[in-house]
């Protein structure tokens, strides 16, 4: 089994910077792959960056060049930098895991690639 645990969320000014945390815990093969999706009220849920075990990343393209997705296996975290955010960013943010994905490139981003999850923090972007 894998728990995860999401901690960072909070409320922000259009501009600024929130960094969010998984700590995960359990079989460390099952979570191979790591990802963070949010989902806004009333939207689908959105792939927002994807990293494997070697530290190769992914990003959605409405967060390419400010958020970074980074992992420390050390400390069994997972994080998101998110930098100059905007009020679209609002939503509630979830960090997922899983041990295998073919065809992570192309499929990094699909939640359902995914079989553990967090219960996810929220962030909230005022204008």
């Known amino acids: 089994q894998v728990q995860l645990v999401e901690s960072g969320g909070g409320s922000v000014q259009a501009g600024g910077s929130l960094r969010l945390s998984c700590a995960a815990s359990?079989?460390?093969?099952?979570?191979?792959?790591m990802a963070w999706f949010r989902q806004a009220p009333g939207k689908e849920r959105e792939g927002v960056a994807t990293i494997d075990g070697d530290g190769s990343t992914n990003y959605g393209d409405s967060v390419k060049g400010r958020f970074a997705i980074s992992r420390d296996n050390a400390k069994n975290t997972l994080y998101l930098q998110m930098n100059s955010l905007k009020p679209e960013d609002t939503a509630m943010y979830y960090c997922?895991?899983?041990?295998?994905?073919?065809?992570?490139?192309?499929?990094?981003?699909?939640?359902?690639?995914?079989?553990?999850w967090g219960q996810g923090t929220q962030v909230t972007v005022s204008s």
């Open positions: 997922a895991a899983d041990s295998l994905i073919m065809g992570w490139v192309q499929r990094g981003l699909e939640d359902n690639q995914y079989m553990y």
């Open positions: 359990g079989n460390a093969y099952r979570r191979t792959y």
